[in-house]
């Protein structure tokens, strides 16, 4: 079993930043893809980045290219989403999941979930 640990949200204007962070605990974290995804009021969980198990390729949606960057420090089990140049459009919870290995950008393909954390950006 993997237990899986946000932190870092927050409420933040528009244009400004945030680093979340995700602690792992169980498992061996460097065999799993790791990823972030986001969900706001009234709609589905949708994926925003991932990271692969060996911590050399990343995945983003179109929607956060170039603004969010994930990374992983396998030392401390922990991934973490700097989020840039936030929009109000970015508000949402944020989860942390883990899947054995592989990537993917279907939520219903992850083991694991963290329990959330409340991004809020303001205009």
């Known amino acids: 079993q993997v237990q899986l640990a946000e932190s870092g949200g927050g409420l933040v204007q528009a244009g400004g930043s945030l680093r979340l962070s995700c602690a792992a605990a169980g498992g061996t974290f460097s065999t799993y893809a790791m990823a972030w995804f986001r969900q706001a009021p009234g709609k589905e969980r949708e994926f925003v980045a991932a990271i692969a198990w060996n911590g050399d390729t990343t995945y983003y949606a179109d929607s956060v290219k170039g603004r969010f960057t994930i990374s992983s420090d396998n030392a401390k089990s922990t991934v973490y989403l700097q989020m840039n140049s936030l929009k109000p459009g970015d508000t949402a919870v944020y989860y942390c999941?883990?899947?054995?290995?592989?990537?993917?950008?279907?939520?219903?393909?992850?083991?694991?979930w963290g329990q959330g954390t409340q991004v809020t950006v303001s205009s």
């Open positions: 999941a883990a899947r054995w290995l592989h990537y993917s950008d279907y939520a219903l393909q992850y083991d694991y």
